[in-house]
């Protein structure tokens, strides 16, 4: 079975600081992996997918995140944050073989302060 | 529609009492899923439809769960004698199709107290 692990729960960082927040999955085979986000009041939306190709993937507003198959990891990264990308942001993953239901990580709260 | 939908947004009922709750998704879109989200915890996966059939219904937590898809469209997530545990936001987010690239789209939940 597939698990999803976000180390970071709560993150509170100042505009224009750097973002990095770990993301770990279990799979032993080829997996699509995603980063979703939720700003306040609104729903889930995908932020960068990765499914084949180039491991470092760049999302909307600014954000790229880089699969390294060897740690088995997918953390998301900003260099500089504004009090905008306040929201949770959700890793997934699912094994790519036909259907497969995504699991997702507990997520982590970012809070930007201005 | 433009996007997925759901209702009722909020539906506050008492312990023991059966609650509906409605999902239309993205049309053309064949995959629905639904997941619940409790405080503090990630997104739980309950069901999984292609078409009307649901081949993965490995998440619901009892079978005071149950979900339907008629027409290959809007679906409901029904629990039965509902339990204070059962409180949480439930999403629906479809997909094209299930598969290798089955991003999902999402609704904007339900939020579901029991008392």
């Known amino acids: 079975a597939q698990s999803v692990s976000q180390h970071n729960h709560h993150v509170i960082l100042s505009e224009a600081a750097s973002l990095e927040l770990g993301c770990n999955y279990s799979?032993?085979?080829?997996?699509?992996l995603f980063w979703y986000v939720q700003y306040p009041g609104q729903h889930l939306q995908l932020l960068l997918k990765?499914?084949?190709?180039?491991?470092l993937v760049k999302g909307i507003k600014g954000f790229e995140a880089e699969f390294i198959k060897s740690k088995f990891s997918f953390n998301l990264r900003k260099p500089s944050v504004q009090w905008s990308d306040t929201a949770e942001y959700f890793c997934?993953?699912?094994?790519?073989?036909?259907?497969?239901?995504?699991?997702f990580g507990t997520g982590t709260k970012l809070q930007v302060i201005p | 529609g433009a996007g997925v939908s759901q209702s009722p947004s909020n539906k506050v009922t008492e312990k023991g009492k059966d609650v509906e709750l409605r999902c239309d998704p993205i049309?053309?879109?064949?995959?629905l899923y639904w997941y619940r989200q409790s405080l503090g915890q990630g997104l739980e996966f309950l069901i999984y439809?292609?078409?009307?059939?649901?081949?993965?219904k490995s998440g619901l937590p009892s079978d005071r769960f149950s979900a339907e898809r008629t027409g290959g469209s809007v679906s409901t997530l029904t629990i039965q004698r509902t339990q204070q545990e059962d409180s949480a936001v439930y999403l629906c987010?479809?997909?094209?199709?299930?598969?290798?690239?089955?991003?999902?789209?999402f609704g904007p939940g339900t939020r579901l107290t029991v008392l």
């Open positions: 997934a993953v699912n094994a790519r073989v036909g259907y497969q239901k995504v699991t």
């Open positions: 049309s053309g879109h064949t995959a």
């Open positions: 439809f292609q078409g009307n059939s649901a081949p993965d």
């Open positions: 990765y499914f084949s190709g180039d491991p």
């Open positions: 799979y032993g085979g080829t997996v699509n």
């Open positions: 987010a479809s997909s094209i199709v299930a598969g290798e690239n089955n991003e999902q789209f």
